[in-house]
């Protein structure tokens, strides 16, 4: 089981913080203990956090194409949660939001990881920002054999805390904005010099597969002298794969890129980001004889694209904005009634003050995180559950047109949106034809812009659909896609 000899390569090197994986089998029976844990970023800084046994990440869940997953475990959180499979396709009652764990109480998850791609769980309890934000999330790889090809696989999850020089979590936000960003930034739960270097020979080709769990922040990376070949958006091969010096991962995005180690022995490069003062800094060291150069095991897929689809007129136009309305508490009964329709959690409301209190009663825990009181996040001017749903038919193509009009006033915002149940091909931008075929589960559309995409449900139900900054999709950013009919 890959839980086991995770842990067991944590205690071999005292600070693995790189889940860089061989090419050994994986069974698929994964446990979870959900659980309170403190976790040290740097030497000197811990912090509390809530964990899928108690790393940050959790646990990373990897799986071969095709698998069959069972997921079981207990909640010892002092809070109710849930899981989401953020970008796998399953049957809708195993997606997550619609189900439980209350205190402890055990679950069972089990479907089958369709298709290979870099994807990652995460709560799904809302608020959602409490419990990403407290360390709940981890990545979940389902492989194929090329991928055992690389000189190496590696996985990078990148965060962002706000903290007092104790690690007492700090309310509010480190930035000026309304959303919750924080004043340290980590790489796999580490920060700074914690942050355990790749090691690479000269001729190697490395895969990197980078998750943003950030709540609100996007990270913008480069590698010094190496350029990145991005071969998946979302976890979704490219047709045609392409080269770039600089990524941009917005909340909720991943990106798999290539890059080729073409430095010499006793070299070390730094993989950073735009704010390297907050703590993404890879060292990369270059060790060892050269070795004939890698070739990338990389097949680009076929074009899946929908045939007409750039000329079809969209299904759904959605207008993403945000409002100064108050949220009342009337409101917060009528939310818990909505998800109940839903089959969803309960959900607890932001109180009129600001502070997110959820199930907290009786923890220890000091966890109030300011949002902005009054702010409503929308779709066609209503924030979730008034938010009209999207009725689809499973099978139907279905074109949406994201149009962002949060423009006005004191705070634009890029809103990266997220479909639940399936993943989707991005149409156009502005009206113009991306530069290449992409798929994806989650699209960003800048502040003024809009943005087409185009999918087809496979599984019936109600799925989500919502902002992947966690204040946006709390404070209402979110609707439903109903999918009707047999699969
Ligand atoms: Cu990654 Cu609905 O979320
Ligand atoms: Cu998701
Ligand atoms: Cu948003």
């Known amino acids: 089981m890959y839980g086991q000899k995770w842990r067991s390569c944590l205690a071999a090197t005292a600070a ?64 109710t949660t849930n899981i989401h499979w953020h970008g796998l396709v399953v049957p809708n009652d195993q997606d997550g939001p619609g189900r439980i764990i209350e205190l402890g109480a055990s679950f069972h998850y089990e479907f089958t990881a369709k298709e290979a791609g870099t994807y990652w769980y995460h709560s799904h309890y809302r608020p959602v920002l409490t419990q990403v934000d407290m360390g709940l999330y981890a990545p979940f790889i389902v492989k194929t ?10 996985i990078l ?16 936000t ?16 580490k920060t700074g010099d914690a942050i355990e270097p790749l090691v690479f020979r000269p ?24 350029p990145f070949r991005v071969t998946h958006t979302d976890g979704h091969p490219l047709v045609e794969p392409y080269t770039t010096d600089k990524i941009t991962l917005a909340p909720g995005e991943r ?51 929908f045939p007409g689809i750039a000329e079809k007129t969209p299904d759904y136009v959605l207008e993403l904005g945000s409002t100064m309305m108050n ?22 409301m932001n109180h009129d003050d600001g502070m997110m209190t959820n199930d907290m009663n009786g923890s220890t825990n000091q966890m109030k995180m300011t949002s902005m009181p009054a702010m409503q996040w929308t779709i066609n001017g209503k924030a979730f559950p008034d938010t009209e749903p999207l009725k689809v038919k499973v099978g139907q193509v279905v074109k949406v047109r994201f149009w962002n009009k949060d423009t006005q ?30 798929w994806k589960d989650t699209i960003n559309v800048p502040a003024g812009q809009y943005v087409d995409i185009a999918f087809k449900m496979e599984e019936p139900g109600m799925w989500m659909l919502h902002c992947h900054i966690l204040d946006h999709e709390d404070g209402g950013m979110m609707t439903m896609v109903e999918a009707e009919g047999a699969k």
Do not use: C
Not at 329 to 344: F, P, R, W
């Open 157 to 172: 999850v990148l965060d962002d805390w706000y903290l007092d020089e104790h690690g007492n979590r700090l309310m509010g």
């Open 409 to 438: 006033g004191m705070h634009p915002m890029d809103h990266p949106m997220h479909l639940h149940g399936t993943y989707f091909q991005v149409v156009s931008l502005n009206g113009k034809a991306p530069e290449r075929e992409t």
């Open 145 to 154: 054999d090329a991928d055992d090809k690389y000189s190496g696989d590696h």
């Open 327 to 348: 949220r009342t508490a009337v409101q917060g009964e009528k939310m818990n009634a909505m998800h109940d329709m839903a089959g969803m959690n309960h959900m607890s």
């Open 174 to 189: 480190a930035r000026g904005d309304m959303e919750r960003y924080g004043n340290i930034e980590t790489v796999n739960g």
């Open 16 to 79: 693995a913080v790189l889940f860089t994986f061989s090419a050994t089998a994986q069974a698929a029976d994964i446990k979870l203990d959900i659980k309170e844990s403190v976790w040290e970023l740097k030497p000197g800084l811990s912090t509390t956090v809530w964990t899928y046994n108690g790393t940050v990440p959790g646990t990373p869940i990897v799986v071969h194409e095709g698998e069959n997953v069972t997921i079981e475990g207990v909640n010892h959180l002092p809070v």
């Open 255 to 305: 990106l798999d890129v290539e890059v080729a180690a073409n430095g010499k022995d006793g070299q070390i490069y730094h993989l950073t980001s735009d704010r390297p003062e907050l703590g993404i800094n890879i060292p990369i060291e270059y060790k060892g004889e050269a070795v004939s150069p890698v070739a990338s095991p990389f097949v680009p897929p076929v074009s899946k694209s």
């Open 203 to 226: 001729g190697e080709l490395h895969k990197l597969r980078f998750i943003n769990a950030s709540t609100a922040a996007y990270h913008t990376l480069q590698l010094a002298g190496h």
